[in-house]
């Protein structure tokens, strides 16, 4: 089982409508968790991170963490063109003395105007 | 204005050479990191350092060396010994206390 799994996609949602990104983990000592959006060709920038039970919203953004479940999900409402791009799950979790993050394999968002 | 420079944006390597990735940041960083990534797959950690003049390799350091003799910088050589070099690698870095990685904008090195 790989630490952290996403679906590959592509995920295609027309404009404007609402994109759901799912993630899980297999460690449950997991602690924190971040969601990064690569547009192709580039490098991954950081959307949000969240850490608790719960929602966290940011704009169009919501994460949600179930850690019961190990499961996270990044939701975008209003979804734009501009959204389309691979979207990267990330896992922390102490290992040793290293705070190690694992990356999932990213999932590809296609929002279509 | 703050950030994470890597050169050069893309890297030629021949066989048998050594090539080196530069990776300096301005954020006051403590702890920086390489990651190599390759088509349909995840981010893998190549090495990192926590602090000036120490490092630990990370999952895939084989072929691969690093030093860190100043805080703003974390060099990476991929040795010949590295035998399937071609990928995208990044660089990041994170704060003290800070869990959040942020990234540099990559190098692309190819082999010829």
Redesign the interface.
Do not use: D, M, N
């Given at each position: 089982q790989k630490e952290?799994e996403q679906n590959?996609g592509p995920l295609s949602v027309p404009e404007g409508a609402i994109a759901s990104l799912n993630c899980t983990y297999s460690d449950r000592v997991s602690?924190?968790f971040?969601w990064?959006r690569q547009y192709s060709g580039?490098?991954?920038?950081?959307i949000m991170?969240i850490y608790s039970n719960g929602d966290k919203e940011d704009g169009r953004f919501t994460a949600q963490l179930n850690k019961a479940s190990q499961y996270v999900s990044l939701l975008i409402r209003d979804s734009q063109p501009s959204d389309s791009a691979t979207y990267?799950c990330?896992v922390?979790r102490r290992s040793g003395g290293?705070?190690?993050?694992?990356?999932?394999?990213?999932t590809k968002l296609q929002v279509i105007p | 204005d703050g950030g994470i420079t890597q050169s050069p944006k893309y890297l030629f390597r021949k066989e048998g050479q050594n090539v080196t990735l530069s990776c300096e940041q301005n954020l006051n960083h403590d702890a920086m990191y390489w990651?190599r990534q390759d088509p349909?797959?995840?981010?893998r950690?190549i090495y990192?350092s926590?602090i000036v003049n120490d490092f630990?390799k990370g999952d895939i350091a084989e072929g691969y060396s690093v030093s860190r003799e100043k805080k703003e910088s974390f060099p990476l050589t991929v040795t010949s010994a590295q035998k399937n070099p071609t990928a995208f690698y990044?660089c990041a870095s994170s704060g003290q206390g800070s869990?959040?990685?942020?990234?540099?904008?990559?190098t692309r090195l190819l082999v010829l």
């Open positions: 952290v590959s602690q924190s971040f990064y580039k490098s991954p920038e950081l991170s990267l990330a922390r290293y705070q190690k993050v694992t990356f999932g394999t990213g | 990651y349909g797959q995840g981010l950690l990192y926590q630990q990044l869990e959040t990685q942020y990234f540099g904008p990559g």
